[in-house]
């Protein structure tokens, strides 16, 4: 068995204990006011001190996952009780589907509250001659340390008995080590080292990533907990919190792309993420350290734009803030260009401009001081959903000169720029002519318009569409809008009301959209499929920089109907 594969798994198996979660608050807190309302726990992982300050990655479940199973118990719905039930334990099979081990007789007589997984290494014993080997290690709490010893002494035995065995008996710094020392065994066994220290059973897939995560406890230094960054990023969390995701992009790219360095492991980024429990459903906070520049500053709003509120009401994707320009030079020149974040964000800029034919960062950016807001609308028909951008008209912006331009560009790509009237408007129309001729009788011809772009100058914004029908949408009054809608209002009272804008999905309905447009979903589609089976909505909203740390906060809404 491959090892990559399955420790995704287990970490997306964590992840998705934490989607169900919020699942089962959503049922449950909506008619009863449980504890639970806090969020969670005011802790974080114990574990991070087995870990290396330069670990990939760390997911980190803290509460125990018959917790999750027991919010359930309380839902009224008996098909929701069982449906709740049924994904926990559907999860725990899955997760433990290759090592052979059964949750419910084996694991949970003695599992704590806390369970984590992580990739501690790129290449953990550095040996170019036997290729790249990444250091993986589960490390789980437990509330009956004898228990925990039995379980462990019980699996030893039954692979005696079968004659399985090869194991390795080794003292360690105080510590005694078990491990499977041949490597086809392994390869059945994907996490074939175990210790026990103190009240956490370590499972790891070498003894020697075992050792090096005792070290990491001995000698505090080395250790994640007591990473200068680490810790400043949780002290801007304050929210109690049921699970911590903690990324360091440049290490977590190289193990990706199975390398045994970082292709720039100068560059400094992380990423702290603590998940929480909301009536609303589940809130994300999270921390950014690696932006260069950054200094520590409020959010600048305190209510959605105006420019919000010409988005139509079936808006699957929209982003509002303000001063777009600043923003744009902002992720520039915070982010290195070689750095993963940077070229995720470049590609998803170049999937917007391709079918514009226009540089946004030179050529739209730069006029957009004020408000701004940017909805993806479907049509009701079906077919190529449209685009609608609104910006607010700045004093220092020629925005006539602005639009003149937009015009060239507009003949230059030859179409034909005109007038009409729309609603109590006059609008100007980008329009591709095409004279088709009828078959039968080739002397009669007709002339086809089809629209491409649409813009309207309307009080203080401009309005920019892909289609006449988005435009009218955007600008009667009779249609109504996204800020209006119960699921808008919904994702509002789950955030913060202080934020610099707001960035948001309509996952149910956006999906097949965006897998289509950007393949880069697609990737993500897969590798969170288990979270996204409940996804109604996400929205993200940024809260300004504390300390040098970036803070945003993403709104899951997972209710189910």
């Given at each position: 068995m491959k090892l990559r594969p399955f420790f995704v798994t287990l970490i997306l198996g964590v992840i998705f204990l934490l989607s169900l979660a919020a699942t089962s608050v959503y049922w449950i807190l909506k008619p009863s006011p449980l504890p639970l309302l806090a969020g969670g726990v005011n802790k974080e992982p114990i574990t991070a001190v087995f870990l290396p300050k330069q670990a990939p990655v760390m997911v980190s479940l803290l509460t125990n996952p018959d917790r999750l199973d027991g919010l359930g118990r309380f839902i009224a719905s008996p098909e929701k009780r069982r449906r709740s039930h049924q994904e926990i334990r559907t999860i725990e099979k899955t997760l433990l589907a290759k090592t052979g081990l059964d949750y419910q007789s084996q694991i949970q007589p003695w599992l704590g509250e806390e369970i984590t997984l992580a990739v501690t290494s790129l290449d953990y014993d550095h040996n170019p001659n036997n290729g790249i080997k990444p250091g993986y290690l589960l490390a789980v709490s437990t509330k009956d340390q004898q228990l925990a010893n039995e379980f462990l002494q019980a699996s030893y035995s039954t692979e005696a008995i079968a004659g399985t065995s090869d194991l390795v008996f080794e003292s360690y710094k105080g510590v005694n080590l078990i491990a499977q020392e041949n490597p086809n065994l392994k390869k059945n066994t994907p996490l074939s080292a175990t210790a026990v220290v103190g009240n956490m059973v370590l499972f790891a897939n070498d003894i020697q990533v075992l050792k090096e995560s005792i070290n990491n406890v001995q000698v505090p230094d080395l250790n994640l907990k007591n990473a200068p960054g680490y810790q400043k990023a949780l002290n801007t969390i304050n929210d109690p919190r049921i699970g911590i995701v903690y990324t360091n992009f440049p290490a977590l790219s190289a193990w990706l792309a199975n390398l045994p360095i970082p292709e720039l492991p100068e560059?400094?980024?992380?990423?702290?993420?603590?998940?929480?429990?909301?009536?609303?459903?589940?809130?994300?906070?999270?921390?950014?350290?690696?932006?260069?520049?950054?200094?520590?500053?409020?959010?600048?709003?305190?209510?959605?734009?105006?420019?919000?509120?010409?988005?139509?009401?079936?808006?699957?994707?929209?982003?509002?803030?303000?001063?777009?320009?600043?923003?744009?030079?902002?992720?520039?020149?915070?982010l290195d260009q070689d750095s993963p974040l940077q070229q995720l964000l470049n590609r998803s800029i170049g999937y917007l401009e391709e079918p514009l034919g226009v540089n946004l960062s030179k050529d739209v950016f730069p006029w957009v001081k004020g408000e701004f807001s940017l909805g993806l609308v479907p049509k009701a028909e079906g077919g190529e959903a449209d685009w609608i951008f609104v910006a607010e008209k700045s004093p220092d912006v020629a925005i006539d000169e602005v639009l003149k331009q937009f015009d060239q560009w507009a003949e230059n790509a030859g179409y034909t720029v005109g007038n009409v009237p729309l609603l109590d408007k006059?609008?100007?129309?980008?329009?591709?002519?095409?004279?088709?001729?009828?078959?039968?009788?080739?002397?009669?011809?007709?002339l086809e318009a089809k629209v491409n772009g649409v813009y309207a100058n309307v009080d203080d914004y401009i309005i920019l569409a892909t289609s006449i029908e988005a435009l009218s949408e955007a600008i009667s009054a009779e249609f109504p809008k996204l800020i209006e809608t119960e699921e808008f209002q919904h994702v509002i009272e789950g955030l913060s009301p202080d934020n610099d804008g707001y960035f948001y999905i309509n996952w149910q309905k956006s999906e097949p959209i965006l897998t289509q447009k950007l393949p880069i979903t697609r990737v993500v589609e897969f590798g969170v499929k288990p979270l996204l089976k409940n996804l109604r909505s996400l929205t993200l909203s940024s809260q300004g920089s504390q300390e040098n740390i970036r803070r945003a906060t993403i709104f899951f809404n997972v209710g189910v109907e």
């Open positions: 560059i400094t980024q992380t990423l702290t993420i603590a998940f929480s429990i909301k009536e609303e459903g589940l809130v994300a906070q999270t921390a950014l350290i690696g932006v260069s520049g950054e200094v520590s500053r409020n959010p600048i709003l305190s209510e959605p734009v105006e420019a919000f509120s010409y988005l139509p009401a079936n808006t699957i994707l929209t982003a509002t803030g303000t001063n777009l320009n600043q923003l744009w030079q902002q992720i520039e020149t915070g006059t609008v100007t129309v980008w329009t591709e002519l095409t004279a088709t001729v009828n078959p039968n009788q080739k002397s009669l011809a007709s």
